[in-house]
């Protein structure tokens, strides 16, 4: 039951994501749903994927646990080694300055970097296909923004170094309160101590 509801959560969730690649049938969406229709059901689809997603692979851990192989202990310690730059990857994408401008899309790189952190660290089947699937799709996205045309789309304030150090600085505090709050409760896994 488990495995199912983290397929089809994987399935909703990134779905939806590869719907934004589509352009023709976004834009199609957008004529039908109107802007904030659209926004509405992509943004209760992208959730419903990460219920199922979070529920289906709460249950594989409880239950179904398949491990397929297992993972050296100083991978762990490489994992938390590249979250932190993950993280502020991920922070980059929103508060713009060079990291935006050299890296582009640093989200997708912050989301690459942190799924094959996750694949380093966990050899059991559900972690593989949870986190080999989320680094597909971002290789795909990545490649897909390549031939990607929107010139409708307006520019994208940038700021300077000081955006970036803003950018590492709560990248930094995201880190610390990922793993010794929100990974230990949430996840239930602790990363630190281990």
Not at 11 to 31: D, W
Not at 156 to 181: E, R, S
């Amino acid at each position: 039951m488990g495995f199912l509801l983290l397929i089809l959560g994987l399935a909703l969730f990134l779905g939806v994501h590869v719907l934004t690649t589509r352009r023709q049938t976004r834009a199609a969406l957008f004529v039908r749903l109107g802007e904030g229709g659209y926004k509405a059901l992509y943004s209760l689809a992208a959730l419903a994927g990460i219920v199922l997603i979070a529920k289906g692979f709460s249950i594989y851990r409880a239950t179904e646990w398949i491990d397929v192989w297992y993972p050296p202990k100083a991978f762990r310690h490489i994992t938390l080694a590249l979250m932190l730059p993950a993280i502020i990857l991920v922070v980059a994408a929103y508060i713009r300055g060079h990291i935006y401008t050299k890296l582009k899309h640093p989200m997708l790189a912050g989301v690459k970097l942190w799924a094959v952190a996750h694949l380093l660290a966990n050899g059991d089947l559900g972690s593989i296909i949870l986190f080999g699937s989320v680094l597909a799709w971002a290789v795909y996205d990545r490649i897909s923004l390549k031939h990607r045309e929107d010139t409708d789309s307006p520019p994208v304030p940038v700021g300077g170094f000081g955006n970036d150090a803003i950018a590492v600085g709560v990248g930094f505090v995201a880190y610390l309160a990922l793993a010794f709050v929100f990974h230990p409760l949430v996840i239930g896994v602790p990363v630190v101590g281990v």
